[in-house]
Structure formats: C-alpha cells, structure tokens
C-alpha cells in the first residue's frame, strides 16, 4: 500500500512526463535514422523478421558478386581459347599445303618454320594470365606457369627447337558459389583445353592376385574412390566407373592389370591419398610424385597426347618433308585437337549463359528481399510525422498541466 504524502504528487508527474520524453526521442530517432527498429524491444517479431532478411539478402549480394566475377572470368577464358582456335587453324591450312606432293622438302620446312613459331604463341596462351593475376589455365594453382617448355634438337631443324610441353598446372578445382549450395567450376584446367587425344594408360602389373591390404583412397580427375580392405582389381574397377570421373576402367585381357581410357580428351590425374598406395600397387603412378604433373610408373603404357604433342609432330614431319604423315596423321591430329579446343569453347559458353541467366534471377530477388526488409524495418514517415506531432502536442499540455497543478513556490528554493 503506497503512502500519501506531499511529494507523491510531484514524483508521480515526474516519472509519467520522463516516459513521455523517452518516447518522443525514440521517435525522433526512428525518424533521424530511418529504422523503426533501433531497440528490439520496439517491434520483437519484426525484428526477427529483419533478422533473417539481412542475413539472407547479405548472401544474396555475395551471390552475385561471384556471378559478376565469373562472367568476366569466362570472358577472359574464350578470348584466350579463341585466339588459341585461330591459331590451330592457321596451322592446319599450313598442314594441308605441306601435304600436297607439289612442294619440295624445302618448302615444307619453311612452313615448319612458321608451324613452330605458331607452337610459341600456343604455348604462350596456354600460359596467360588474367587481369587478377591469375592463371588461367592453371586449375587451383593460379599462381603457377602451368605449361613449361623442354627444348631439344629436331631431325632437319637445325637449331634448338621445342620438343616437349609439360603440364605443370592442376585440375580445375577453382568453384564460385552462385546460389545456396549450388556452384559453378570457375576453370577449364590446360589439361583439358589443351588436349587432343583420349588417353589411355595400361599398367605392366598383373594384378590377378591383388588385394588390398588396408582401407584408404585414391583419386582419379578429382574424384575420390574409397579403398576396403579385401578388394580386388575387379572392385577397384567397378569403383572407378561408378565414381562419375571422366574415365573409363577396366582390366587388360593381356597384362591382367588396369586399363583406364578418358571418355573425353583431358589429362587423367592419379593420386593416392596419404597414406595410402593403392595405384603405386597397381603399377599406375609413382610412389610419392606430384599429382599435379604427369606421375605414371615407369613401366606403364601411356597414350594420348596433348594440342602440343600434335603440333610438334607435325612441325618435325614437315621438316623431314614426311608428307605422307602430314597429309594422315599429321592433319588428323590437329583435328583431333581443334574438335577438343571447340568442344571446350562450348562449355565455357554454357557456363557463362549459366551465369548470366543467375545474375538476372539475383537482380530480380535482391530488390524484392530488399522490400520486405525495408517492410519491417523502415519508418513510416507519414505515421511517424503523425503520431509525433500527438505526442508533441500531448507532451506540451502535460507541462501546462503539471505547472498549475504544481506550481513554484518560494519554499523549492530554499534549502
């Protein structure tokens, strides 16, 4: 039971005039700021509302700087391929001149001579660098040169010339997220545009009586295939083909090992997992190589050469003034490599379609969360003006009141 005495009236106007005040300057807040949720407690539901829509719309624009930044990463890429498709088919006019039998061996070798000069501009896109720094063909190691050249002399060349290309990039590991959980392959690795042919790689290892010893993995282009202890080759293989990588497993009827054929021309990539060695057993790689480069064993049979590998060949034939292999496997080769080249092209087309028809659906969705997030959260400047001006109003006759009701006297200023 609250006590009546002289000061209760005074502390009671106190108190009601402060909640007054309080609400006025959170009013006066909203309006400053813009936001009818500067205190929780304002509007809890629509705060957790507004919760949730910031969250959603902050992913929303991350989604779309990744498409932007894929759009112009796949621009970069087809201009580099393209430039890569006009180089092929200058060489290929070059290989079909070189196998008319009109032309003596010495015109053959000048056309070598720009055959080869045409292989260093290839090389020299394969090895491009974007606008980030970024190698472009080099997969998730974008800082590394993922072609290297290994000179040598050439029969009829007559000074030191190109005789390999190395692949020392990785595969295209690179991914941008464009919607929740869904993601876009950002490369295309040089082992896959810069390839001609299907490989094939048969091990020398009869793996008849094989069987693994522990439980482990490997990985074949990425993907990785689980190891149990007590499988046998036939389990390895089924594995392989069910595991979605682009290869094709099988056992050699003749050395009664591994047989693994790329269903597409592309560098097949083998690696072991740590500490386990299954391929190595299986007579596929090395022990302890780098996965990024070509490892095979040794003692398997390797096919399936790259764009490189095909100009090479025919630059060394046309040299020798062979036309016979120019005018076979010589064009067939390039053509091999320019069907690759263009199928590639393709792709990389699909993905930037891909990309924009994403960055569309975002700028169709980012203004539409931005509106139910301005729904909850934003002022009503109209109300706010209104219920203002009330509560100025109603502020103002509670002081008149409250100075007739408790007027000054002589007495509150003396101690």
């Known amino acids: 039971m609250r ?36 205190q929780l407690r304002n509007d809890p539901l629509a705060a957790s509302h507004a919760v949730r829509y910031e969250s959603y719309l902050a992913r929303l624009e991350r989604f779309e700087n990744n498409t932007l930044y894929a759009k112009d990463h796949y621009n970069q890429i087809d201009i580099y391929l393209q430039r890569a498709v006009d180089v092929m088919q200058r060489i290929r006019e070059l290989a079909v001149t070189g196998a008319n039998g009109v032309y003596t061996k010495d015109d053959t070798r000048a056309m070598g001579v720009e055959v080869n000069e045409l292989l260093k501009e290839l090389v020299s896109i394969s090895n491009a660098v974007g606008p980030d720094g970024k190698q472009l063909f080099a997969g998730d190691k974008a800082f ?7 000179e040598g002399t050439v029969e009829g060349g007559g000074e030191t010339l190109v005789v390999n290309v190395e692949y020392r990039g990785s595969g295209p590991g690179r991914k941008a997220e464009i919607s929740d959980g869904t993601y876009t ?109 070509p490892n095979w064993s040794p003692a398997a049979r390797v096919a399936g050469g790259s764009v490189f590998d095909m100009v090479i060949r025919l630059r060394n034939a046309l040299y020798r003034g062979d036309q016979t292999f120019i005018g076979g496997l010589g064009i067939g080769g390039i053509d091999n490599a320019l069907q690759n080249m263009e199928s590639r092209l393709t792709e990389v087309g699909s993905r930037y379609e891909r990309a924009v028809a994403t960055w569309s659906r975002l700028n169709q969705e980012i203004p539409n969360v931005t509106s139910m997030l301005a729904r909850e959260s934003s002022v009503n400047m109209i109300d706010a003006a209104t219920d203002l001006s009330m509560m100025d109003f109603a502020h103002r006759a509670a002081l008149q009141t409250a100075a007739k009701i408790l007027p000054t006297t002589l007495l509150d200023f003396l101690n």
């Open 3 to 38: 006590r009546v005495s002289t000061d209760m009236p005074n502390t009671d106007m106190q108190y009601y005039l402060r909640r007054q005040e309080d609400g006025l300057h959170n009013l006066n807040t909203q309006i400053a700021t813009g936001n009818k949720l500067n």
């Open 144 to 150: 590394t040169e993922p072609f290297r050249i290994v």
């Open 185 to 293: 392959e950002l490369d295309i690795g040089g082992g896959e545009a810069f390839w001609a042919e299907k490989m094939q790689i048969f091990s020398s290892v009869d793996a008849s009586a094989w069987r693994a010893l522990q439980d482990g993995a490997f990985y074949v282009d990425g993907y990785e295939i689980p190891v149990r202890a007590g499988d046998t080759l036939p389990a390895i293989v089924a594995k392989i083909n069910e595991s979605g990588a682009p290869v094709k497993a099988s056992v050699d009827p003749e050395t009664r090992g591994l047989m693994l054929t790329g269903t597409n021309p592309h560098l097949i990539r083998m690696e072991d997992r740590q500490g386990s060695s299954t391929l190595e057993e299986l007579g596929i790689i090395q022990f302890n190589s780098d996965p990024s480069a």
